[in-house]
């Protein structure tokens, strides 16, 4: 793109409308809208009767702020309606997923497959002496046995606890132990970034800890050598290779607890977010069917995210599932063995929808076109962005590099309390604009409010907030429900505080500004640490950035921004970097306003993230005020603090 087009990507009145012949096959009309603002429960209950229920609803909701329950008296089971369904309807041969390990050996399993390796995980279970309503904790690579313990364990009503498998021996026992679980189910290891990793000693060190866990059941992945607990540790080979291949799902109440799912805790223990049943199914296919427009019998649909985090959960393996979805699910890194991982991926098994995270978009850009490039992208025709806002030029590029002028892009916002997404593009509907998430879906009722509760306008922001109760809703903190009502329905009165801000532009269009406590405050104004990041990106210099607000003595916080160049940009020697720096300031404050201009920006390799790709932005701040640097052992590479306040120490600061 030329530097015209670059200053003009913050642009808000640019528009791209879905192509006629692509509006003319959508899945999802304009009259869904009408059809929810109409009657917003009647709406739900339709939405419900795409899937299959033993038992149907006698009441679509009841309400008792903030705790609400769906389809109240429904008889369910979610497994049946990922897997059975297909099968008994005759689409057992269709295939489920294309999987692809990271070094190069690949499984291709079909429902009908899905159906026999659940069933016998799901018997293998019950020998196990697991029953309704106990809890699993499930710690794994990214492999099928995955999937197949989720569903198995959903099952047989058994509530799933999938811990992201970079997570330490501490953090594992921390919630294990919240979750009272009496099982996990484990790997040796796995495979990253070219060599194995191990699992399998992580949760042994977990489990020195005080927990009511009986039995470690270990999918054999890597072969590496392992120690043993011959009272406590068993094969998967050998327990559930052996098992029957037959099972009958058992129907549940809507409201039995499907999952537990633990968010990062910063400042406190980790939340442990809920879902049930009937609900989250209902708009976790709902709205994987109407946002990325599937056509089971000819997409070939790809969510990179990690099981181990809510994406997984609702558009790997449930959303998806539900709807009959064939799907590519790789274990490894996008750069491993070449930086053009991913795209080959995408041209081997002709991949249709690609929904992934900004992060690693950024990456992509860092890295040049040149990998996409080389690769037949050519079977894309719909692509999505999910995780946190994603800046003008970073949509832009996704656009044109990745989907050839060729894709709708659906920028999606949700969250793990929310269980699905609430706020996207419809991509038969909504004519697009670079970094907006557009409008909230049919069904949700979302605000912008200012800090007195009072509706804001357009071209006003405020905080993002919910009004009225959705089917996949979080049904509270798992054991804390004053944890729930405190934290997501305090704030303001009646109403769910997301705890991002947002912002309507004059055309009505919703952009996402980040987490509130990412707001910084100088003198007196606020600024989206996202705002700013986005207008460094922006400037042709710049592959990524993070934003930190710092105590200033003069204006309260100050702007310090860290940021990644693009490949070939000359910051080498003094002169140049000096210059490159004032470029970079002068650019914010023409983008935002000279409120905006940062105080200091430093040039770095790499930027914190943990190894779902999450940018670290307290260790940075840690970093911008000469503090200590708190705990990163969640990091994906611990050494990069290190470096980072090594080299702020020695920078120059300029007021």
Excluded at 117 to 145: C, F, Q, W
Excluded at 560 to 574: K, M, P, T, Y
Aim: hydrophobic letters at 40%; one cysteine or more.
């Amino acid at each position: 793109m030329s530097k015209e087009e670059i200053s003009n990507l913050g642009n808000e009145n640019r528009r791209f409308p879905p192509s006629a012949a692509f509006a003319a096959q959508a899945n999802a009309k304009p009259s869904l809208y009408d059809e929810a603002d109409a009657d917003h429960t009647a709406f739900w209950a339709k939405q419900a009767e795409s899937l299959v229920w033993e038992k149907k609803w006698d009441q679509v909701l009841e309400w008792n702020l903030p705790f609400a329950q769906w389809f109240i008296g429904g008889k369910i089971n979610a497994s049946y309606n990922c897997i059975d369904r297909h099968v008994l309807e005759g689409r057992g041969d269709r295939v489920a997923f294309h999987f692809e390990g990271e070094p190069g050996d690949t499984r291709t399993l079909t429902y009908k497959d899905m159906l026999r390796e659940v069933s016998k995980a799901a018997n293998a279970l019950t020998s196990l002496g697991v029953k309704a309503g106990d809890r699993i904790a499930i710690y794994m690579p990214h492999i099928p046995e995955a999937v197949i313990s989720m569903l198995a364990c959903a099952r047989i009503g058994a509530a799933h606890s999938v811990i992201f498998g970079g997570f330490s021996a501490d953090s594992l026992l921390q919630r294990i132990q919240d979750a009272d679980a009496t099982i996990v189910i484990t790997a040796d290891g796995g495979f990253r970034k070219g060599a194995a990793f191990a699992l399998k000693p992580v949760v042994d060190e977990a489990l020195k800890g005080e927990t009511h866990v009986r039995k470690v059941l270990v999918v054999q992945r890597t072969k590496q050598e392992t120690a043993w607990n011959a009272e406590r540790d068993i094969w998967w080979h050998d327990l559930v290779d052996s098992q029957s291949d037959q099972h009958t799902a058992q129907a549940f109440d809507a409201e039995h607890v499907l999952f537990i799912l633990y968010t990062s805790g910063t400042t406190a223990k980790p939340k442990g977010i809920f879902h049930t049943t009937g609900g989250y199914l209902t708009q976790t296919a709902f709205t994987h069917k109407m946002v990325f427009d599937l056509k089971p019998e000819t997409d070939v649909y790809w969510c990179t995210a990690d099981v181990g985090w809510i994406t997984g959960h609702s558009y790997m393996v449930y959303g998806p599932m539900i709807n009959g979805a064939t799907q590519v699910m790789y274990e490894g890194t996008p750069d491993t063995p070449e930086k053009d991982r991913i795209f080959k991926l995408v041209e081997k098994y002709k991949v249709t929808i690609l929904y992934t995270a900004p992060t690693l978009i950024r990456t992509w850009m860092k890295w040049g076109d040149e990998f996409p490039n080389g690769c037949d992208l050519s079977s894309l025709r719909l692509l999505g962005s999910v995780g946190e806002p994603i800046n003008p030029e970073a949509w832009m590029w996704y656009r044109e590099v990745i989907g050839q002028n060729n894709c709708p892009i659906v920028d999606t916002w949700w969250q793990t309390e929310t269980g699905s997404i609430m706020v996207s593009p419809l991509p038969g509907i909504t004519s697009t604009k670079p970094g907006s998430a557009m409008r909230p879906l049919p069904g949700v009722d979302a605000t912008v409010i200012d800090d007195d509760g009072n509706i804001v306008g357009n071209g006003h922001s405020g905080y993002l907030t919910l009004n009225k109760p959705w089917p996949s809703m979080m049904r509270g903190v798992w054991g804390e429900p004053e944890r729930y009502k405190e934290t997501y329905w305090s704030r303001f009165e009646g109403k769910y505080f997301a705890g991002d801000g947002a912002k309507w532009d004059e055309d009505g269009a919703l952009w996402l500004l980040g987490r509130v406590d990412d707001v910084m405050n100088v003198s007196g104004h606020r600024i989206s640490t996202a705002e700013v990041e986005s207008a460094l990106v922006s400037h042709e210099a710049i592959a990524e950035a993070a934003v930190v607000g710092a105590n200033d003595a003069m204006t309260g916080q100050a702007i310090v921004a860290f940021v990644i160049l693009r490949g070939g940009i000359d910051h080498a020697n003094q002169e140049s970097g000096e210059a490159l720096t004032k470029d970079l300031k002068a650019h914010v404050a023409k983008e935002i306003g000279a409120i905006a201009r940062p105080r200091q920006i430093m040039v770095v390799n790499e930027l914190p993230k943990t190894r779902s790709g999450k940018i670290m932005r307290r260790l940075l701040r840690d970093v911008a005020e000469n503090r200590a640097v708190g705990d990163s052992t969640t990091l994906a590479d611990p050494n990069v603090m290190k470096l980072i306040s090594e080299g702020l120490s020695s920078a120059k600061q300029e007021d």
